[in-house]
């Protein structure tokens, strides 16, 4: 009899032992197919976050046009000023004074109805 009850005993705690291990085993299994999912997942994200970043040699020659452009705009700005300038200097003797007097008398009206 007491061989009796050590078999029963020996064979359900044989019975969970298996069934633990079974789960167990499942699980990790579960885990594992999970696990490769994520895997790629993640390297499909990788490649749609790394595949819209512009390249570096791009960058680059997209900066090195955006300074060709602000060159020609500030020589362009250059020889506008340039031109004014030289289009000023040759006003006469007489166009300066004209604009002088021009101005006094503004001066002058501005001085009257202000006062």
């Given at each position: 009899m007491a061989q009796d009850l050590y078999n029963i005993v020996l064979g359900v705690a044989g019975a969970l032992?298996?069934?633990?291990?079974?789960a167990v085993?499942?699980?990790?299994?579960d885990l594992q197919e999970d696990d490769k999912k994520l895997q790629q997942n993640l390297s499909n994200?990788?490649?749609?976050?790394?595949?819209?970043y512009i390249k570096r040699a791009e960058m680059e020659r997209v900066i090195k046009d955006m300074h060709l452009q602000f060159d020609k705009a500030s020589e362009s700005q250059s020889?506008?000023?340039?031109?004014?300038?030289?289009?000023?200097?040759?006003?006469?003797?007489?166009?300066?004074?004209?604009i002088m007097t021009k101005l006094?008398?503004?001066e002058q009206f501005i001085y009257r109805n202000h006062n």
């Amino acid at each position: 009899m007491a061989q009796d009850l050590y078999n029963i005993v020996l064979g359900v705690a044989g019975a969970l032992g298996g069934f633990l291990l079974y789960a167990v085993w499942n699980a990790v299994k579960d885990l594992q197919e999970d696990d490769k999912k994520l895997q790629q997942n993640l390297s499909n994200l990788k490649e749609i976050v790394v595949g819209d970043y512009i390249k570096r040699a791009e960058m680059e020659r997209v900066i090195k046009d955006m300074h060709l452009q602000f060159d020609k705009a500030s020589e362009s700005q250059s020889r506008h000023l340039e031109a004014t300038l030289e289009r000023f200097m040759k006003v006469d003797a007489d166009s300066h004074e004209m604009i002088m007097t021009k101005l006094e008398r503004l001066e002058q009206f501005i001085y009257r109805n202000h006062n």
